[in-house]
């Protein structure tokens, strides 16, 4: 019985070195916004920044196509928030990205085929709607991240700068 259990653990032991390791993040990227005036680095509080198709309608997370959350929802991005406490040097709910909107998805979105609407609630900004590309994409687990880096052109995990235009009766 000594030897069974022995060469089991010798077995055990040796399957465990062969497996890759999982990340926390393991089939979900995020796409992150900035967005904020000209000549100015916070980023404005109160903005409704969703997901649209070309012709700017909201696209539906049916049977979570797009992401494992919100199923049979629109895709809208909610703000990253505080979770130290005042006294505390700030820490962020999403600790890659500080003051930003967030939106998670699956790694195999397809970014290229969507946009995101930027909605100002109090009308002191002009509507935007931007293409998304793959490299707007934050990939969060290693290996995706490694391979992304032996590749050419703009890199991922950067956020979404979005630089916004009062309106015109908002200018003063």
């Known amino acids: 019985m000594k030897i069974k259990t022995a060469l089991f653990f010798v077995f055990c032991s040796l399957f465990s070195f062969g497996q890759v390791p999982h990340c926390g993040f393991d089939f979900t990227s995020y796409l992150v916004v900035k967005a904020h005036e000209e000549g100015k680095s916070d980023n404005i509080t109160d903005l409704k920044i969703s997901l649209v198709t070309e012709s700017g309608e909201e696209v539906i997370n049916e049977n979570n196509k797009y992401s494992w959350k919100n199923g049979n929802q629109p895709l809208v991005f909610t703000k990253n928030y505080l979770i130290s406490k005042p006294e505390e040097a700030p820490k962020w709910f999403f600790p890659y990205s500080e003051d930003t909107y967030l939106l998670s998805v699956t790694n195999t979105f397809p970014a290229a085929d969507f946009y995101i609407k930027i909605q100002d609630a109090k009308g002191i900004y002009k509507e935007q ?4 590309q793959s490299f707007n994409m934050y990939i969060l687990c290693s290996s995706e991240n490694e391979r992304q880096a032996r590749s050419f052109g703009p ?13 015109k009766k908002n200018t003063k």
């Open 155 to 167: 890199r991922s995990n950067n956020p979404i700068e979005v630089i916004l235009e009062k309106n």
């Open 129 to 132: 709607i931007l293409q998304l």
